[in-house]
Structures are given as structure tokens and as C-alpha cells.
């Protein structure tokens, strides 16, 4: 609403310019009218047929020497009024004998001329002139006639035809003669040559032009009408100032449209909208996101604690009915007890990424060995007895590795392969060397990760949502936690599609340069 009102704003005042720049032009117009008409009325038309009036009262008729005549006179002003006349005629009122000097007119535009001389008033009626602007066979042709008496009295009908493109010197001489637009509308700085000006003849040709047209929306188009005695009655003039003095003649000038301004602050203020909608939107979902964790992490923290206490609770209250059940209840204790700091451990890292303040311990390391230490203590700890772990090892593998690091990583992998495989099921840890990388992998039997969601599972609090709707439990971090970890030792981390059909996640640390890789390959885990 506001970008509709500023451009209303802008186009109201941009309106009232353009009319005011349009009253101006219809001033010039005006004023174009004003003095062509009287300048060729009065220095023309006028003292032409003046002298026209003379030779017939002294002589009692026209010849062909007229026209030489005139236009040898010693009246300059009459010579240049002769260059109008294209022709001379002459009629008798009482017989219509219609004589031509000069020029002949064909058939057709002597009998449109006879026709309507008689309409020329009597002189004792009107001593005036009359003038004739029409078109004759398609051609647009003006004659000017008087009524005169010769001297035995014979009322005739005198005049002469118009050369019509011997006017642009005419209408040349009038306009140019001083600024068409008044020094005190243009602070005297808007010349002629900032003025548009086109006139035209009853038949639309233009006999005269100055300047070029700046904008059809300011040009104004008048007609001549009478003015004068109608000496230009059916011509039209259009005029037009050149917007490029507009501030010369209005307050400001004219203003440029603002519109693509208007509209690219729309546009962007539209972006600025969607954004923000996406970012509710994604704040939104991310809150959603950290509810869910915080009450999966808060089942997660329960499960445990629960079962720690109820066989804590039962060797306390001395409920063990032989060693071997107390033992048991020892090794729950144990495993939860494991399964509870995992989750913390991954929790703080999880922070510390999110805080960029993780540290590492790095220190040059065996792989083979290190892995295999921790594939053990998982496996002697872990429930999932369903599961057979499966070290397929290449020793002589160095690396700079944090062992807190590395175990947090493949217990991480080792945790998600125990609980969303399928029972029973083989989970094979293997280590390989590769192109300067070391390729660790763990290859799970279960239901895999579909094409689509392998690189959403790494992002923060994402889980796939078939594990949502099942009774297994998660916090959405763990993939997450392995690979910062794996970045910050300057590794790459995926998961490709498995050939067993399960999910496989490959970790891959940059092995020491200096160190020659030896590849034995070694099997071990549970029969």
C-alpha cells in the first residue's frame, strides 16, 4: 500500500507537470496562430490584393503582365508578397467569363473556382477579401479573390491562387522573428530551438516544421479557424516545449518516473517477507527438532538410569538368589552405566561443536589395534547378543588420531548398527588403506538409509522418519557428532549404499605421510 501511494503520489505530480507543459504549448500554439495569420494576412495577402484592386480600377482588367509586374515593383514588400501567387484570375461577375493569367488551372479546379466565386461579397457589401482553403481533386489548394469595379463600372471578381510551400518562408520569418514562449514564462532561457512546432494545410501536408517532437503526450494539436479573415482557415498547427527545459517553466521540472524504483522496492521488501517466513518457518521446525531431542534425551537418560537402579535396588536389598544373578545384575549395571555416559559424551561433544570450543588430543596411532580394542569393549558390553561383529583390519595403518575421539566415533557407528539392524544379524568393521586416506567402515545388515535422506541423517536432530514412528529410541545427534569429529581430524565421512543391503558409513583420516603402509589383512571378533 505504501509503494501504490508513493506511486500515486509521483504520477499525480508528474500529471500536473505534463498539463502544465501542455498549457505552454497551447500558449505557443496560440501564439503561432496569432502571428502567421497576421503576418501573412497583413504583409502577404493584403497588400497584394491591394495592388490587384489598383490595376483593375486603372487599367479595367488584369494581363499576363501581371505577375511580372508585381513582382518588379519598387515596393519590396509588394515583390515579396507576389512570391504567394502562383497564379492570377479573373472574373465577370455579370457574364462568369473566367480568365487565367499565368498559370492555367485544369478543367476541373475552373469549375470548382467558378462555382464559387459568386460567393465573394459585392464590394459595397464587404470591401474585404475572401479566401477559398479547400482540396480540388484531392490536392489542397487556397485562393484568395476581392470584388472590385473597373472604370465604366463593371463590377469583377479579382485574385489569385496561393503558392502554398512558398509559405514555410512566411511562417520561417513569423515565428523566428522572437521567442514563441514569453522570457517571463522561461526566465528568457527557452529559446525556439526548445520549441516544436508542425503546420498543416487543409489536406494534411505540412508546409512548415521546426524543431522535433519530444513526446506525443505533451504535444497539442489547435486549428487556425478564422483568425485573420480565415487566411489559414482548415490548417492546424500542433506545438510541444522539449521536456528537457521543463524545469526552466515548471517548479522541479518534469519528473522521471519513479515506477521501476517503486516496484524493485516491492519486489525486495516481498523477498524480505518470504525470507522471513522461510526463517519462522525453519525456526519453527528447529524448535520442533530440539523438542524432540530434549525428550528423546530425556527417554534416552531414563532407560538407563531406571535399570541401574532397579538391580542397584536389588543387590542392595540383598534379592539375589546366587552368585552368578548378582553378577548379572553387576554387568547390567556396568553396561547401562556405559550406555549413560555414551549419551552424556555425545551430548557435551554435540555442545562443543555447536560452542566451536572442542579441542583434540591428537597423537600417532596404530589404527588396527585401537579399533579392534574398541570393537571388543563394545562388544563385551553391549546386549545385543544377537549380533556378530565381524574386524576385517589392515595393520600398519598410522594416523593422528584423539583415541577419546576415535572410540566416541566408531561406538557412535557401532551403537546405530546394534540398534536399527535386524536380529541376527553380522555387522562387519573393516580398515583399509586408500588413496592417502585410511578407509574405516562399519556395514550393518539392517533396512539401510534411502537415497533421499543420505545426507539429511548428518545434519543436526535428524532422524529418518520410520525410525519416528518405532519404539526405537534416538536423539538425532549421533551422526552428527561422528562427522565433526571426523572433520576436525581432517578426514571425509559418508554413507554409500551397502552390497549387503544395510546402511555402511565410511570414515576416512588422513594417514602420516612419512609412515609406509604394510597390509595385513587380519579377521577377528565373536565366532
Known sequence: MIALQAQYSDASRRAAAENVLRDYSSLVADEVIRRSAADVGYYGYGPLVSALVREVQQSGTLSDATSTTLLAAQDAGLRR???LARGYFEMDRTTAHLVFFGDQLGDNAAGWLRQNLPKVPSQHNDPGLQLFNSQVEGVPRTFVAISVRGPQGAEKIAGFEVDLPALAQWFGRALNRQPLVPPSLGHGKVTNASVYVSVRDQGGVERFRMGEAWSPKLTVSKPFGDVYQG???????????????SRQVVIGGLPKSRLPFFLGLLALNTGLIVTAILQLRREMALQQLRDEFVSSVSHELRTPLTQIRMFAETLLLDRIRSSEEGRRSLEIIDREARRLTQLVENVLEFS??????????????????????????????????????????????????????????????????????????????????????????????????????????????????????SAIAGTGIGLSVVKDLVGRHGGRFGGPAADRGGARFVVEPPLTAAEEVVQTEHTGGSP
Open 81 to 83: 508578397a507576389a512570391g
Open 231 to 245: 487566411v489559414f482557415s482548415g490548417f492546424t498547427v500542433e506545438a510541444c516545449i522539449n521536456g528537457d527545459v
Open 352 to 469: 562443543r561443536a555447536e560452542r566451536k570450543s572442542g579441542s583434540l588430543a591428537k597423537e600417532k596411532r596404530e589404527l588396527a589395534p585401537l579399533i579392534q580394542e574398541i570393537v571388543d569393549d563394545f562388544e563385551s558390553a553391549s546386549d545385543g547378543g544377537q549380533t556378530q561383529f565381524e574386524c576385517r583390519l589392515s595393520f600398519g595403518l598410522m594416523v593422528n588420531v584423539d583415541p577419546d575421539a576415535l572410540r566416541q566415533i566408531l561406538i557412535n557407528l557401532l551403537d546405530n548398527a546394534v540398534k536399527y539392524g535386524r536380529s541376527p544379524q553380522r555387522v562387519i568393521v573393516g580398515l583399509e588403506a586408500g588413496n592417502a586416506m585410511a578407509l574405516l567402515s562399519v556395514d550393518d545388515q539392517g533396512p539401510g538409509i534411502p537415497a533421499a535422506d543420505r545426507e539429511r541423517v548428518f545434519e543436526h536432530f535428524q532422524r529418518l522418519e520410520r525410525d519416528r514412528q
